[in-house]
């Protein structure tokens, strides 16, 4: 059982990048999946969650709108938009799923190792 995210970078302001979260050894269909950010000196921030049961997603505030959920049920993978990058979202990047419908970040059945996302001119 294996979750993987991959996809960051080194991005301008106002610049776009699509991180993946590959999951391999269930069904992410079968799992909540949220993405979780933490940057430097900051504690760990939600940033989405994908409820699996009706397919809603909830944006955080500060994402909301620039930030897009989607998935590819073929290849087991979900995917993060984000566009008109800031500084103030540079941070390791994190998938996360766990079995129901509620993202809860301390109860968390799998965890992918993260991927950095650097915002900057």
């Known amino acids: 059982v294996q979750l993987q995210a991959s996809g960051g970078g080194l991005v301008q302001p106002e610049g776009s990048l699509t991180l993946s979260c590959a999951a391999s050894g269930f069904t992410l269909d079968d799992y909540a999946i949220g993405w979780f950010r933490q940057a430097p000196g900051k504690e760990r921030e939600g940033v989405s969650c994908?409820?699996?049961?009706?397919?809603?997603?909830f944006y955080a505030d500060s994402v909301k709108g620039r930030f897009t959920i989607s998935r590819d049920n073929a290849k087991n993978t979900q995917y993060l938009q984000m566009n008109s990058l800031e500084a103030e979202d540079t941070a390791v990047y994190s998938c996360a799923a766990r079995r129901g419908s509620k993202c809860l970040p301390d109860d968390m059945d799998y965890w992918g190792k993260g991927t950095q996302v650097t915002v900057s001119s």
């Open positions: 994908t409820n699996n049961s009706d397919g809603s997603t």
